[in-house]
């Protein structure tokens, strides 16, 4: 009786082992299903960024965000566009606010891209427009994830109030939305004109990152969470900010190791040029 009671003890331990085996292996699984992939200007390394063929190349490619980067006209339209110039990523030259929306429309954003990525050269890239804000809503719709960054908004006054009319005029589903910028003075005025926005703070180290408490606090005021460049912080970092309820989005990965790294650490989301890579990662691949 005693050998078929410790026999009935050891093989419920075993199964209580290897039940705790599977839900390790469940809670990694459903860890890595929940990192936020953010196609990084659209998928970027294979299309022109921030032209809607690059967004929609995200999505394809299993972007959870579309990611659209601000700057504005001369007649004070939104056009997602990394820099404040034209030169890089168009044939055009000078500050995007020393132009109209109508002459930003005549430029060919997509050749820059064949000429510097041969590898990824299309035909089909030459001419690509610039699209604004607002072509992008209409493209993608209301319930479409959102990832929006104020670029230098002491350039642009009143950007955020144009942002937010723009969301509200397509009816942008915010519970789907992220406004981010290296600019807290950019967020705390989108947290004042409508405080149901969800905030992101991006930060740029030069050194090794720390996190102080006192930024801790400060961040949480307004945003629910930050956005590091990947290469100056540590798992220590990342546990910080997961650790005071803080999402963490580390921008730009590239490399499946890195995100792999990443991810072992904790981050809740990662920004990459290659969604299609991230992807893989997710799954194990």
């Known amino acids: 009786m005693k050998k078929l009671i410790k026999t009935g003890i050891g093989a419920l331990a075993l199964s209580l082992t290897l ?94 891209f064949n000429e510097k990525y041969p590898e990824q050269a299309k035909a089909k890239y030459e001419g690509l427009q610039v699209p604004t804000l607002k072509e992008v809503f209409e493209t993608f719709g209301k319930n479409a994830n959102y990832y929006i960054e104020t670029k230098s908004p002491e350039v642009y006054p009143g950007m955020e109030q144009k942002l937010l009319d723009e969301v509200n005029e397509y009816g942008i589903n915010k519970d789907k939305l992220l406004v981010q910028s290296f600019s807290s003075e950019s967020l705390l005025k989108m947290d004042e004109i409508d405080p149901s926005v969800k905030l992101v703070q991006l930060l740029e180290y030069t050194s090794p990152a720390e996190l102080t408490d006192e930024e801790v606090q400060s961040i949480k005021q307004y945003a629910m969470g930050i956005g590091p460049n990947s290469d100056m912080i540590d798992r220590e970092y990342v546990q910080k900010a997961v650790q005071n309820d803080l999402e963490i989005h580390p921008y730009t990965v590239n490399e499946k190791e890195e995100m792999q790294k990443l991810i072992d650490w904790g981050v809740t989301g990662i920004f990459t040029n290659f969604p299609d890579l991230l992807h893989e990662v997710k799954k194990g691949k």
């Not at 299903?33 to 995200?58: C, F, Q, W």
């Not at 006209?73 to 500050?95: F, P, S, V, W, Y």
């Open 19 to 112: 039940m705790g085996a599977d839900s390790s292996v469940v809670d990694a699984k459903e860890k890595h299903k929940d990192i936020l992939n953010v196609a990084h200007r659209g998928a970027s390394g294979y299309a022109p960024e921030h032209t809607i063929t690059s967004y929609k190349m995200g999505e394809k490619m299993h972007g959870d965000y579309i990611e659209v980067d601000l700057q504005m006209t001369k007649d004070g339209e939104l056009i997602a566009m990394h820099d404040e110039t034209l030169d890089r990523t168009t044939n055009g030259t000078g500050q995007v606010k020393d132009y109209t929306l109508e002459e930003i429309k005549q430029l060919d954003a997509g050749s820059w």
